[in-house]
């Protein structure tokens, strides 16, 4: 009988021990929220400076933008405008070429070969390919851009530039095999990964059934595929392109060691010069530019820069959680 | 097939075998597309198969024992700049940082949604949270890093000068936000493993009159071992990989600097390299111009990242792919 109220303390200790861990766990998860709004003030604070002096014509074109930055690393404004004037339509357009072509070429590979991995590999080719995948998403971008400087890169320069068509262009820019082509073939490699791994995920949990059915209609294997299997897993098609969009964006390293390192305005007007033209991406730009010295106006471009990226990722991560709600809908995962 | 096989009892000398699918009955458009799949599938195993080749001929050929046990020197001649000593530990101490903190926190935060998520709302804004972290570029991670830890709050994670302005470039800035990095890796992965826990396991615990916090402690955390240690390969390899991050708050020096004091401390505070940014310093893009140095280098790399990758392997049974069986009777 006396142990009584001691057991009651005891088990109100240790209720109170459990909400103490949630209350802690829940801290947590709570410091990552904290953590984002920190990020998205500093960076937009420090982003302010350069947006504000060039208004909305900081996305637009109007000069090279290593110059630009030059003239902000040497203190001496370029002739007509503030110190922090800055043009980024040569990186944003950089951005978008390499991005566009990148997520669509990786698309196709990406179907095809999850295709490939679901339905035709026999076992022992499916044991391998598993690995295989995993393998490429694993591989450093640094590796990837090494390997692209070294050996793609210089074999472009070689096969697939002519002496003639370097001339045409000899006098506006430099063509090295460092270019448009070498940049969007290892992006494309280095994001094929994650979009086969999600969509062949996808294609393994459309309903059995459904594939027998159609089966069963004397449908063949591949218009089965086509008709069933693919638009069973459209959704998760839009969520690896989010995705693979998402890491396209953000990819530095690789692409500031391959892409020739010039904000050239690759044009498609010039035919297929065009796809042996330099281009240069924000975050190549940021990692190329940027010392480390806080408050300057190269900073203040820099963050501006990053602060694109920024909210492009959080507007990516949104458009994933919208592809996943209508998934929902669709019952399928 | 061997049941079937019994009743069907062939007669003696013949051997039944399931009859191979044909694609010789379809339209040619279709026979095309199922060709280009095997294309497809056999040249993505062919690039994989040369990426590795190719690092490792040219690793193997730059490689030697010297390299690991010296520190990189500032020379311009190939010869004389050393080895890849103080990267290797850079990328030891880095990785160490990095899991050490996100390992827990990820652990933590995944449990928290998974055994929690109360107040529903702000369980959901969390996960859309990691989300929207697992996005974020990590050279805008290092901007931000670079701005968060040279504030005065921070002193004590990197060198000072005298005038009283906080570097904020150390192995140990860097190492934390290597863990923001990882963080969502290993969220990702726990979380996936908790969720896949059948619902008896906790009822069972609950019945015995355990709370949820002991629930969690002794029967779902050591059940889901293997997806906890995934994680953390997935968030290593993650952090191993990273060079932006290194790039931006380590700067371009290969060589270890301490920031004074103690000695690990120093090194903790100081600034270095990792075999990453060892790699991108010497390759043609960055300033140190000796490609074989960076193909050695790179090669560690690739290795450490490959062994990895086997870890993950064995530890994840691999995606169980289900599929039609085509080869059925008809």
């Not at chain 1, 040569?90 to 566009?100: E, K």
């Not at chain 1, 595929?225 to 989010?242: D, E, K, T, Y």
């Not at chain 2, 968060?148 to 860097?174: E, Q, W, Y």
Request: hydrophobic residues 50%.
């Amino acid at each position: 009988m006396a142990a009584r109220p001691e057991r009651r303390a005891a088990l109100s200790r240790t209720v109170e021990a459990d909400k103490r861990v949630e209350r802690t766990l829940g801290a947590c998860a709570a410091g990552v929220l904290a953590l984002i709004a920190v990020m998205l003030v500093t960076v937009l604070v420090n982003a302010w400076p350069s947006f504000s002096a060039n208004g909305l014509s900081w996305f637009g074109s109007g000069g090279d933008p290593v110059t630009q930055f030059a003239a902000m690393q040497t203190d001496t404004p370029l002739p007509g405008h503030s110190i922090d004037y800055f043009r980024a339509w040569p990186l944003l357009w950089g951005l978008l070429l390499t991005t566009i072509f990148a997520v669509v070429i990786a698309l196709v590979i990406s179907t095809l070969a999850a295709i490939f991995i679901t339905e035709f590999a026999p076992t022992p080719v499916r044991r391998v390919l598993d690995p295989v995948v995993r393998l490429l998403a694993g591989v450093p971008s640094v590796i990837y851009g090494l390997v692209g400087i070294l050996a793609i890169a210089p074999w472009v320069n070689e096969h697939l530039i002519s002496n003639a068509r370097r001339q045409s262009v000899a006098y506006v820019v430099q063509l090295s095999g460092a270019d448009l082509t070498t940049a969007t073939l290892i992006l494309t490699v280095m994001i094929l990964p994650i979009m086969i791994a999600l969509i062949a995920n996808a294609l393994a949990s459309v309903p059995l059934s459904w594939r027998e059915g159609s089966a069963a209609l004397g449908v063949n294997r591949w218009r089965t595929i086509q008709r069933v299997s693919l638009r069973g897993a459209r959704p998760a098609i839009a969520a690896a392109v989010v995705l693979a969009t998402a890491r396209a964006l953000g990819e530095a390293i690789m692409l500031a060691m391959v892409s020739g390192g010039r904000p050239f305005n690759a044009n498609p007007l010039d035919g297929l010069t065009f796809f042996f033209e330099p281009v240069e991406t924000p975050a190549t730009a940021i990692l190329k530019e940027f010392g480390g010295e806080t408050g300057t106006p190269v900073a203040h471009a820099a963050y501006a820069l990053a602060a694109v990226l920024l909210f492009s990722a959080a507007l990516l991560s949104f458009a994933g959680w919208a592809v996943r709600q209508s998934m929902r809908s669709y019952g399928a995962v | 097939m061997a049941s079937t096989q019994l009743l069907d009892a062939p007669p003696p000398g013949t051997i039944a075998r399931p009859k191979r699918e044909t694609t010789a009955a379809w339209p040619l458009v279709d026979r095309l597309c199922h060709a280009v799949c095997w294309i497809t599938g056999i040249g993505l195993c062919l690039v994989a198969a040369w990426i590795v080749l190719y690092m490792l001929v040219k690793g193997i050929s730059a490689l030697n024992l010297k390299l690991f046990v010296e520190s990189p020197a500032p020379s311009l001649r190939e010869r004389q700049s050393g080895g890849f000593l103080d990267p290797l530990i850079g990328t030891f101490i880095i990785t160490a940082i990095g899991v050490g903190i996100a390992a827990p926190v990820g652990v933590g935060i995944a449990t928290w949604l998974t055994e929690y998520a109360r107040p529903r709302w702000l369980a959901r804004t969390v996960e859309s949270g990691i989300e929207t972290l697992a996005g974020v570029p990590s050279i805008v991670l290092a901007l931000f890093g670079l701005l968060i830890f040279a504030r005065g709050f921070f002193s004590f994670l990197s060198a000072s000068t005298n005038g009283g302005s906080v570097s904020g470039k150390s192995f140990l800035a860097a190492g934390l936000l290597m863990a923001v990095l990882a963080l969502p890796l290993i969220v990702g992965t726990v979380r996936e493993a908790l969720l896949q826990l059948p619902s008896r396991t906790r009822e069972a615990s609950f019945a015995l009159g355990k709370t949820r916090a002991t629930t969690i402690r002794h029967v779902l955390l050591p059940s889901i071992r293997p997806g906890i240690a995934g994680g953390v390969v997935l968030g290593m390899g993650r952090i191993i990989g990273d060079t932006a991050i290194i790039v931006v708050m380590l700067g371009a020096a290969p060589k270890l600097q301490g920031a004074g004091g103690p000695p690990l401390l120093s090194t903790l505070r100081g600034t270095g390299s990792t075999l990453t940014s060892y790699v991108y310093g010497f390759s043609p893009a960055g300033e140190g111009n000796s490609p074989h140095k960076a193909y050695a280098a790179a090669f560690v790399l690739l290795m450490i990242v490959l062994a990895l990758n086997a870890l993950v392997t064995r530890l994840s049974r691999g995606l169980s792919l289900g599929s039609v069986d085509w080869t059925a009777k008809q």
